[in-house]
């Protein structure tokens, strides 16, 4: 699919803003396809993909979570990374009102609530990421440096290979 713009996505404000520069890529967004269906339209791997996950802790209080596509976030690693009992991730509805962004289209970018952000720390160690560009459908192709830089975001371990969930 060609490349188009969007300039309407307040992720793209922001980084416009912050001076980052960066790459979209557009794609047939697939239902439930997550960032396996994304990287495979964009022909990447989905390790480079990144997810951005709404999460609230024992209080209720909302926080993003940056992960690998292709991994998931223990949530008992993650409340032991906040040094809390317990995290939940939000339901659809209520990351919703707290991003601002449409579930399968959520960027850390832009937010309509100002909330944490942690990343996986390995995410920094990329060359090169993609992430959400505030609509379902659209990538954003950037370096890590400048995720970290306009984020600035408390780099944590949380991340699992899915086949290992049981374990962590």
């Known amino acids: 699919m060609a490349a188009e713009r969007h300039p309407g996505t307040p992720a793209i404000h922001a980084l ?40 609230a802790d024992e209080g209720g209080c909302p926080f993003i979570v940056l992960v690998h596509g292709d991994r998931e976030v ?14 939940r991730p939000c339901a659809p509805e209520t990351a919703q009102k707290h991003s601002g962004y449409r579930v399968g289209g959520t960027s ?32 954003l192709e950037l370096a890590p440096i400048d995720l970290v830089r306009v984020l600035h975001p408390v780099l944590v371990e949380v991340a699992i290979d899915p086949a290992d969930r049981d374990r962590a």
């Open 16 to 55: 416009r803003a912050a001076g980052v520069p960066f790459v979209e890529h557009v794609y047939r967004y697939e239902e439930r396809g997550g960032t396996a269906a994304a990287a495979r339209a964009l022909g990447i791997e989905e390790h480079v993909c990144v997810k951005t996950l709404v999460f």
């Open 74 to 87: 223990s949530t008992r690693m993650l409340a032991r990374a906040l040094q809390t009992r317990a995290v």
């Open 108 to 139: 850390p970018f832009g937010t309509r609530k100002a909330m944490p952000v942690y990343l996986e720390r390995t995410i920094a160690e990329l060359p090169r990421l993609f992430v959400n560009g505030g609509r379902r459908g659209l990538l």
